[in-house]
């Protein structure tokens, strides 16, 4: 199985670059913290593990996804996959986050269908995520 050149070019980004990917997290110490929502998915049969963390703020009534970042444990299609998701989500209120679905990253990456799992723990981490900030805001 060969990956496309859009999934190796965004995994070697990743590998040179992680910062400048979103590779990262935010703890739970730090002052922004209740703003940040989680989500980690994992896929016990092929081992992908992946922590999405997605930081909003309030703009003018509407929750926007300010930053995000990722760390995930996998093949080169589920780091590919987490890094196309964080560039898919900055700028996005909640509600259109929500309705990402893995098909996007699926045709944007070209993943093979061997692969698509990779996809939908992304869009799985995100509604996680969603939901991790959602809650927090209630507790408030």
Not at 19 to 25: C, E, L, N
Not at 53 to 62: R, V
Not at 75 to 98: F, N, P, R, V, Y
Not at 124 to 129: L, N, P, R, V, Y
């Amino acid at each position: 199985m060969a990956y496309s050149s859009k999934v190796v070019d965004k995994f070697e980004k990743t590998l040179k670059d992680p910062k400048g990917a979103s590779v990262g997290r935010w703890k739970p110490g730090d002052k922004d913290f209740h703003r940040v929502g989680t989500g980690i998915v994992g896929a016990p049969a092929c081992g992908d593990v992946m922590k999405l963390q997605i930081k909003c703020e309030n703009i003018e009534g509407i929750n926007k996804i300010v930053d995000a970042k990722f760390k995930t444990y996998g093949c080169g299609s589920a780091i590919a996959s987490s890094g196309e998701l964080i560039d898919m989500l900055k700028g996005k209120t909640i509600e259109e986050a929500q309705n990402i679905s893995n098909q996007e990253i699926v045709d944007i990456l070209e993943l093979p269908a061997i692969k698509i799992h990779c996809s939908v723990l992304a869009e799985e981490a995100i509604h996680k995520a969603i939901d991790d900030f959602k809650s927090r805001r209630n507790n408030d």
